[in-house]
């Protein structure tokens, strides 16, 4: 047993803590629920120090143990799940922060969001992006296995180059050397799902920390919640950090968000920094809305939630709460007011219509969508995403655990070789990256 070869780790011996360990927020697809049930690490090691990581590295080179990089185990796509047993390495107690200073921190790839943020904060910053899970996730995890999320309509996806910076990874070998990676080059491990290496550090650029208001507005109509959503998105001088836009069919189940929610009307949620609160109520008000509730941040974290913990894919997990037969699909609309329009019609009230308002990774205004349902069915579902499709949406279908699926569904040849760099026995997390199997005939 590894576990015995190296007595000084911090090894989880609880047979109910490895299954928690072996698991993440799979369970939002039932598909997956199916597949994934069952599958669970031999071993969960709490590593501490980049020795203590490379000691294990070594000896799962040594024995040919699959490894799966854990950080906080919330990706949705069965991310963390080891297929094929072995040893899941728990990177949370790998987490100082090293610097934050001109703009830029470097922090050790277990650090959770929540805790840079603060740090961040005291020095001025905050961070340009984070996902609606940002009390517990953390920033390796946001990289090999996130999107971006909060601030994603200002700075796009957590791999637009600029992001990230640098990287620091540790190659799989008897003696584990740690590799220096810089701009673009870090981009081949980007939501490749810890399967081509093994951040140990992350470089990121960060914001110049603002005071921003959570503020919820409802309005007549699905059309004018996406025109709105548009023109806030668009609007150069108004600073902004989130806007999510959702169908009336949603307010039922924000049992939160009763005071700031009409019943059965469209909505968004917004992040607005002081200065633009006034161009933002014009908006509202143009496109026919009602401001219902505009506070700050503080304010709503002293009630013990964000806003954005009503955003994302937490607005699916409220939905999930209340009702287990939903689930979700995930996508990108590059037109996003005819798109949103056109798939509210054809679907609108079975799917849940819910879009993100973000820059994709170019610049352009876009739409991440989450929009919810029922689950019927593997065709159902099959038939909701070919609709999603012929309505000119790109869909990253999260009931499949392939990276390539949850990517451009294409094999990426940079990121497979980055594995032949950093991985070459295939240790990492087997079974996700569906072009290592083709990797003699890239
Ligand atoms: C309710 C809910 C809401 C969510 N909202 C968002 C959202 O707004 N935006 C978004 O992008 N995502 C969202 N997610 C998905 C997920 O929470 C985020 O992507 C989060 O950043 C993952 O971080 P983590 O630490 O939990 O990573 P984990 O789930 O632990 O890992 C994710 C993947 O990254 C790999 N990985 C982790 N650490 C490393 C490392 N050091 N080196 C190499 N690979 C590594 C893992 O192997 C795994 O494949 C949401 C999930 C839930 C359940």
Redesign the pocket.
Known sequence: MITNRLPALDWVTEDKEIEKLSK??YW?SPLLKQALDDKRAEAVVRVRTREELAAVVSECVKTKTPI??????????G??IPLQGGVVID??A?NRIVSIERGMATVE??C??LGLESAAHAKGFEQRT?????R???????????????G?INFG??YAPGNVLSLK?MRVSETPEIVELVGDECLA?A?????N????ELTIALAPKQHWNETYASFPSFDAAMRFGAAFSAAPALAKKQCGIFASGFTKYMLLLKKQLTPDLPYAISLVADSGEAAYRGLVAAHGGTVNHFASAEEAASRGRYA?EF????T??HVLRLDSTFTYLQCILTDPVKQANALYEAMNPRVMMHF?FIRDAEGAIACGGLPVLKFESREQIDRDIATFEANGAYVMNPHVYEVEEGNSRQIDPKQVAAKQRFDPLGL??PG?LRGWQHRNTL
């Open positions: 993440d927020y939002f799966t990089i854990r950080g906080a185990g919330t990706g949705n796509y991310q963390a990177m949370t790998m790839a277990g959770k969001l984070y996902p609606s899970t940002f517990m996730a953390t920033v390796g995890g946001l990289f090999g296995g996130g999107f971006g999320g909060v994603s996806p957590i990874v491990l939501h490749a799902y810890g399967t290496g093994i951040i140990v954005h955003c994302w894919n937490h699916t997990m993100e990492l997390n996700k």
